[in-house]
């Protein structure tokens, strides 16, 4: 593939389309950091992307998924949708990926979704706030329906007369539940296993070079709950918040794993090398020799960041996994074969691995304000993290943090570190969540305010009113501006925003409307409207001129 070498200045940095760094994987499959390519000269096809009008939402607390001017959605699956006569869609929708089946058709493929958490209120008609001690009242057969609605989903769609639809009972469509069998991907067994049972806390994650599904295990403590060590290495177990472990005896150390997800056949194995903690994502990057580099970040109140390089071509196992000091600019190895400090704590790399942050801590590395999704542009090669917030050290708005690997390359050990943009009132926004690039490299943005804190009186995200979608342009007068194009239903986040390989849809998921019901007769939001008349977490995919525009339709190289 060839590109135009003329040298031009965006808001994320001087670079040159020949610097172009995303690997060949991520041209085809319709991910996120989709490189651009444009025909002809390129300055026409900058100049049309500039006249490109973006309406900016003003911020809304209304009861419905609002898009600007050029945009339009339709429902592509919700909870409890049929995917095939055994299966339904899970609860709690995050992060989507869609895979074409074909490279030559775009409009049929896989879509993997995450399901996070559940709500128990709705999921197995349970209410935690009607009881002193709600654990004590919980039974088998509630915990089961909330395994079930937890993990993932692969449905296989189609796009027909401008619709997504569900191609129902297709081979391909299955469930990953907490219940699934999988696989540890690691030579020495946890907790005396080498295949455990299920997965959980599934927020955002990610896709290989050799197009699998990456989905991470995040708060993983609410379920099974976790092993707390004190100075001297004794072990306490902490109760997890939904009772789990009350009824199936399976050890916090399964979880907390990023999980990859064969599309085709649904095997799924647990990455061990990539450490055990708070997983919001996995972004991997394939070197010119194969190997990988996976970045992901820990999602809790001063955690860390981590890098993932493989000493094996297509390896997510052989490798080193580092933590960063961004203060000092330097990628910290967690190998106790060479880390004195963690030989002392620690019985082997295992451990190390199982107690990540832990490790992380006693190397030194940087506190970070909740580290979420982590994007590379494919222009400039900087790597973009999400800060959401950290209220215990009054940042209650979060910020974009932008490292730069010294001299572009991914497995350097030093970088550069610096805030791309902070929240707050002044750029319109507030708790940066998930990052998407598209085709012609604006960065898009959703939002992660809770559910308990938006739209009250005499709280810091009053301005802001709903969580929302947020474009930011590379080029044109708005160039560098925090545009809000999609404002989401009352309690809801927009999660997983990801555009399909043609470019003109974008898969959005709409994460826990609702979600401050108290009372299933007076729900606090009735999102997407159907004939149950409760809100339902869904998939939609947005479509529109203004998508096509902003992805340089019919200009974009094959």
């Known amino acids: 593939m060839e590109y135009n070498r003329r040298k031009f200045i965006s808001f994320l940095g001087k670079a040159s389309l020949g610097a172009i760094i995303a690997p060949p994987f991520l041209t085809s499959c319709g991910n996120n950091t989709t490189p651009t390519a444009l025909k002809n000269d390129n300055n026409t096809h900058l100049e049309k992307l500039k006249k490109v009008v973006l309406e900016n939402l003003l911020p809304s607390d209304e009861?419905?998924?609002?898009?600007?001017?050029?945009?339009?959605?339709?429902?592509?699956?919700?909870w409890r949708d049929k995917i095939n006569n055994l299966d339904t869609f899970g609860f709690n929708n995050d992060f989507t990926c869609f895979l074409p089946l074909d490279d030559k058709n775009p409009k049929d493929g896989l879509l993997w979704v995450n399901h996070e958490y559940v709500n128990p209120l709705f999921v197995s008609d349970f209410n935690f706030k009607e009881y002193k001690n709600p654990l004590q009242h919980r039974t088998l057969e509630q915990i089961d329906k909330e395994m079930y609605n937890v993990g993932g989903t692969i449905v296989r769609i189609k796009e027909e007369d401008g619709k997504w639809k569900i191609v129902k009972n297709d081979p391909h469509n299955r469930r990953i539940t907490g219940k699934t069998p999988i696989t540890l991907n690691w030579d020495i067994p946890?907790?005396?296993?080498?295949?455990?049972?299920?997965?959980?806390?599934?927020?955002?994650?990610?896709?290989?070079?050799?197009?699998?599904?990456?989905?991470?295990?995040?708060?993983?403590?609410?379920?099974?709950?976790?092993?707390?060590?004190?100075?001297?290495?004794?072990a306490t177990h902490i109760p997890s918040s939904y009772g789990w472990e009350n009824f199936y005896k399976y050890p916090p150390e399964h979880y907390g794993w990023v999980v990859e997800i064969d599309p085709k056949s649904g095997s799924a194995q647990k990455h061990i090398a990539l450490g055990r903690f708070a997983h919001e994502c996995c972004t991997v990057y394939e070197l010119k020799d194969k190997r990988v580099v996976a970045y992901t970040g820990d999602d809790s109140n001063?955690?860390?960041?981590?890098?993932?390089?493989?000493s094996k071509p297509n390896s997510l196992k052989d490798g080193t996994l580092y933590v960063a000091d961004t203060k000092n600019g330097k990628w910290l190895p967690l190998d106790w074969e060479n880390q004195p400090?963690?030989?002392?704590?620690?019985?082997n790399q295992t451990e190390v691995l199982i107690r990540t942050r832990e490790a992380a801590k006693l190397l030194g590395a940087t506190e970070l304000n909740r580290p979420e999704d982590i994007e590379i542009d494919p222009i400039t090669g900087n790597i973009f993290v999400s800060l959401t917030n950290n209220k215990d050290k009054n940042d209650f708005h979060g910020s974009i943090l932008k490292i730069e690997e010294t001299n572009g390359n991914f497995d350097a050990l030093t970088f550069k570190a610096s805030t791309y943009i902070a929240g707050g009132e002044e750029n319109g926004f507030s708790c940066p969540d998930n990052l998407a690039f598209d085709l012609s490299g604006n960065l898009w943005m959703t939002s992660d305010m809770s559910g308990d804190s938006m739209n009250k009186k005499n709280k810091p995200y009053m301005p802001f009113k709903n969580n929302s979608l947020f474009v930011i342009p590379r080029y044109g007068e708005n160039a560098g501006k925090v545009i809000r194009i999609a404002s989401a239903p009352r309690d809801a986040e927009l999660t997983g925003p990801w555009f399909s390989p043609d470019g003109k849809t974008l898969f959005l998921s709409v994460q826990h409307p609702g979600e401050q019901t108290k009372d299933l007769k007076n729900p606090t939001s009735k999102w997407p409207f159907d004939e149950d008349n409760i809100p339902k977490p869904a998939v939609v995919a947005i479509t529109g001129d203004l998508i096509e525009k902003m992805n340089l339709l019919n200009q974009i190289e094959a």
Request: net charge negative; aromatic share 12%; proline share 1%.
């Open 302 to 310: 001063s955690e860390h960041l981590y890098k993932f390089v493989s």
């Open 63 to 78: 009861d419905d998924l609002l898009l600007t001017k050029g945009l339009n959605y339709h429902t592509v699956i919700k």
């Open 341 to 347: 400090v963690l030989k002392a704590k620690f019985k």
């Open 190 to 234: 946890i907790k005396g296993k080498d295949t455990v049972i299920g997965t959980n806390s599934n927020c955002s994650g990610g896709i290989t070079p050799w197009n699998t599904f990456l989905t991470c295990e995040e708060n993983y403590d609410g379920f099974f709950g976790e092993t707390q060590y004190d100075e001297n290495n004794v």
